[in-house]
């Protein structure tokens, strides 16, 4: 199949050839015609599959067309991600896709960002509006946004959304657009809440499973390290990335303390390093990623929120040196790697006391990620061991549990309980536990989605006359001290103070 056949406008067509596109990807294939008939759609596609350019060529050919609604300047296209980053990759796409266009407006709104800048833009006539829910809410409640001649509402990693805690945001939104929209939905799965919300705003919608994101990445390898410890993991760390084949990789770690104290180390080593994380001004994180585009970044550093969304193609790596907190956070972060059919290479570095979090993502994904052992880097415990002798009924349960100096759980910060100290001695490992963030106390210290959650009290529309003075997204950044060095913990730290949460 061809772009050619897809039955795109020629400047779309002008756009893609330049982009460098010759054959659309599966899901453009499938979800593009599909689009143009004006059914609303609910698409699940791998990471890193080609799904903006399913969603934003569709809504493109619908610009080439004049709309029937006078009297507004709206956008005739909205399109809403959870996170920031996202929203930015996401609207450069539309200018991408949309270069050969005479005149296109695309305005992406954020949090973080100025509120005159964005107000001044939506004061014009706007074509893409590419928004997180937050703040957009924000902007409706402010009266700032007239959607009547909206027709189409894409709704990008639906999934992530409601994890981020963004349903009312999103029903709110909804209800304030046009009822004879156009609704596209992308989302990893579609059962449970997605597929609730799904019911709420699709009519008759076309379904089109192309792949989950259980799915193998065939173009990611996929490698596990076990260590010792936090500073075995650096050493290995070290080594990895001092490897030929490392163009540019993304290490991710669990915390935004462990991104500035990991940023600041492999920069001592020498390396050309920078972290990302959501206690970062926007700007900041805007000129991160440039010069990570640039090439002039090779390392980066990030946790999950901050990275989602990060799309360059030049990512030869990525290490989890950091355990995710979900197993889905383990596929979106090696989908940063292997894009648009390029090879990649994903390394999970991790203790003995997360062999657990290991297997869950090995039960997520169907995929055993094969163990591997750098000479002179060896383990002094491996897991998998005590795991094959544990099943075998070898020995018995604890006894020689720290034979191999492994120490014993209260040493440990690793937020899983006690439990799972003891686990290789079960039958069915780890078959029995709920999901990792259903284990973790509500002290919870990782990283916290961007304008999400615990935010909502701040980034809402508030009714007139019982506004703050200062809005938290105006607020300089509540974790903005210094991150005092220290050696990275492997899990959720208790008695974390909200200050270093996300915003
Ligand atoms: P996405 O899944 O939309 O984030 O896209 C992943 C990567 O694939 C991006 O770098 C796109 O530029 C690239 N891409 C999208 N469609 C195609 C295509 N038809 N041919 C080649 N690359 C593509």
């Not at 700007?283 to 989602?308: E, M, P, Q, Y």
């Not at 292997?338 to 657990?356: C, D, Y």
């Not at 297997?359 to 002094?380: H, S, W, Y």
């Not at 018995?396 to 690793?414: I, L, S, V």
């Amino acid at each position: 199949m061809t772009f050619d056949s897809l039955g795109l406008h020629p400047l779309i067509l002008k756009a893609v050839t330049s982009a460098g596109y010759t054959t659309p990807t599966s899901v453009q294939a499938e979800a593009i015609p599909a689009a143009f008939t004006g059914a609303d759609l609910m698409v699940s596609a791998a990471t890193g599959s080609g799904k903006t350019a399913a969603f934003m060529l569709p809504a493109l050919q619908r610009l080439t067309e004049n709309t029937t609604v006078t009297g507004c300047i709206g956008p005739r296209i909205l399109i809403l991600c959870p996170t920031r980053e996202l929203a930015q990759q996401v609207g450069k796409s539309a200018i991408t896709y949309g270069r050969a266009f005479k005149r296109l407006s695309v305005v992406t709104v954020v949090g973080g960002m100025p509120y005159p800048a964005q107000i001044k833009l939506l004061r014009q006539s706007v074509d893409i509006l590419v928004a997180t829910p937050g703040r957009l809410l924000d902007y409706i409640g402010r009266g700032r946004i007239d959607f009547s001649r909206c027709e189409m509402l894409v709704l990008d990693e639906a999934d992530r959304m409601l994890d981020m805690g963004f349903k009312e945001d999103i029903d709110q939104i909804v209800a304030s657009l046009p009822a004879d929209r156009q609704t596209v939905m992308f989302s990893a799965t579609f059962g449970g809440e997605v597929g609730r919300l799904a019911q709420g705003m699709l009519q008759d919608p076309v379904r089109i499973a192309l792949a989950s994101q259980t799915d193998r990445h065939t173009d990611i390898t996929q490698h596990l390290h076990w260590a010792d410890d936090s500073s075995h993991k650096l050493r290995l760390l070290d080594h990895l990335l001092r490897g030929e084949d490392v163009q540019q990789a993304i290490v991710f770690v669990a915390t935004k303390r462990d991104a500035d104290w990991l940023s600041d180390t492999l920069n001592e080593k020498g390396f050309a390093a920078a972290a990302l994380h959501g206690d970062m001004p926007q700007g900041k994180r805007n000129r991160t990623l440039t010069s990570l585009r640039r090439d002039h970044i090779k390392i980066l550093v990030a946790t999950d929120v901050a990275a989602r969304g990060i799309d360059v193609p030049n990512i030869s790596h990525v290490i989890n040196f950091g355990m995710p907190m979900k197993p889905e956070d383990y596929v979106h972060r090696i989908g940063r790697t292997g894009r648009a059919g390029r090879a990649g290479i994903a390394t999970t570095l991790a203790m003995a006391s997360e062999r657990f979090k290991v297997r869950a993502i090995e039960r997520f994904t169907t995929q055993r990620i094969p163990a591997q052992v750098i000479a002179g880097l060896e383990p002094r415990v491996n897991p998998e061991q005590r795991e094959r002798r544990g099943s075998e009924g070898s020995r018995p349960a604890r006894t020689g549990e720290r034979r191999f100096g492994d120490r014993p759980r209260t040493d440990r910060n690793d937020s899983g309980s006690g439990r799972s100290r003891f686990g290789a001695d079960r039958p069915a490992f780890g078959a029995d536990r709920p999901a990792f963030g259903a284990e973790r106390p509500s002290t919870e210290r990782r990283e916290r989605p961007a304008g999400t959650g615990e935010r909502s009290f701040s980034d809402r529309p508030r009714p007139a006359g019982q506004g703050f003075a200062h809005r938290r997204d105006d607020r300089a950044p509540t974790g903005d001290r210094p991150a005092r060095p220290r050696p990275p913990t492997e899990g959720g730290r208790r008695n974390f103070s909200r200050a270093h949460r996300d915003e």
